[in-house]
């Protein structure tokens, strides 16, 4: 244990933001109680609470470093588990704004766990912390405070039975993901609410579990079919343990793919590339399908509040949630946690400013790229900065130019996977391949296709006839 900074904190919600603050409080509170409203499986299973195991979830390669240096070891133990993990350009065939990007081994290593068999994991290394404990089975009702609200003191639950209790803490941290209630709490206690900057999305998503044929993904362990602007429906399919493949089709703007066998293969078949079609048509269809609507990215902005009440943090969605097609989500959340970790080990208990502005810093990025995406698509409600208009012209160039130059992939999924900065496929040199590049220069914006050239590695994509 490190500085001990109080004697009690509760976290509320044990997904992943909420095991990974756990993680870091545990260095500097006697005692971390987790309160969980589902029953947690003591196994690998799918939770009412987090039903986006269903779908595709991706780690970011910048999300599995910063899990291995919160528990050493994680990442190969959950590979030994079974779940694949490939280079992260070597070992995906990616689909970008039409073009198939040129794949090879830039020795950046990335896994494929299933949702569950993650936080599956990461449980497993919480519950094993002596110092925390994990109540589950426990709906949060509202935090306790002071008579002057001025700060929290815990928190009110209600069990199964219906009977509420109060659990005293010296900290709340909020990690019930993007249906949080701090907003109206703080409301109902005299606080400002945070404004909430929001970018419509309409995201709809449908996966299916399949059994596939050997060899179905040829060395690949993901496939990823992008959207673009014309062309607004995503798909990925990635191999999981147990044998088991998912396939994950996403719509915008509420396009809902659909779930009964024959329509989903439908929604395959209409994207670009017939890759993912070609992979499941045959595939033998495991258990039920599932959804998942998402209607919007939403980030509050805590870090804009002039008050707020003494003890009370909020981590992970709750603070920011993105279009999840990006896979953001659980890299963010502990990289917020990481940061928290970096400000108890100060030694005191952050201000609530300077926390929110500690989160805020980890969240500008990932939101820029998320919502300057979505942008991308004129149907999409928002303000569109000349950057923002300025890189949505460019990237659509550097994917045709990746479908034949792989350091310009590299660069590419080195700031999707959060280990660049955006600002790096501006680099001059880069700029400067894109536009000289046959295929880049030829690419006049998003939409525009350019076959993939004749020494495009062994399984053929093959581009779907224009209608
Ligand atoms: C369809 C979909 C696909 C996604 N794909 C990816 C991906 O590929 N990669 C990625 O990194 N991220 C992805 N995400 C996002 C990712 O799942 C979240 O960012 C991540 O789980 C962190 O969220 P969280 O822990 O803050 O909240 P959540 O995961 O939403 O968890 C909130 C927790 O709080 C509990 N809770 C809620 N209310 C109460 C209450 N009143 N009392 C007690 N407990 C309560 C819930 O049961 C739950 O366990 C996806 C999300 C969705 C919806």
Known sequence: MGHVVGRHAVVLGASMAGLLTARVLAESFERVTIVERDRLPPGVAQRRGAPQGHHIHALLARGAQVLDELFPGLTAEIIADGAPAGDLLGGIRWFLSGHRIKQADIGQPVLFPSRPLLESAVRNRVRALPNVRVADGLDVVEPSTTADRRAVTGVRVRGDDGDITVIG???????????????????????????????????????????????ALGSDALMLHSWHPGQPRAAGLVAQEGDRYLATQVGMLGDQPPTELDGFLAFAR????????????????????????????????????????????VIGDAVCGFNPIYGQGMTVAALQAAAFGDLLAE??????????????????????????????FPEVRGRRTARTRMVNAYLPRLHAAAATDPSLGAAFVRVTGLLAAPTSLLRPDRVLRVLLSRHGAASHGAGSVVRPPADQPAAPSSRRPAA
């Open 347 to 376: 030694g005191r208990l952050p201000t609530s400013r300077r926390y929110f502005q500690a989160m805020a810093k980890v969240v500008d990025v990932p939101w820029e790229i998320a919502t300057g995406s979505d942008l991308a």
């Open 169 to 215: 803490a010296d900290l709340v941290v909020d990690a019930t993901g993007r249906g949080s209630r701090t907003p109206l709490w703080l409301e109902s206690w005299g606080y400002p609410r945070p404004q909430a900057d929001k970018v419509h999305i309409g995201v709809c998503y449908a996966s299916r579990a399949y059994r596939l044929p050997p060899g």
């Open 270 to 313: 209409s994207l670009p590339f017939d890759d993912i079609y070609r992979a499941i048509r045959d595939g033998e269809p495991l258990g039920k399908p599932a959804t998942f609507q998402y209607p919007a990215n939403v980030r509050h902005r805590y870090e804009r509040l002039s008050r707020f009440p003494a003890g009370l943090f």
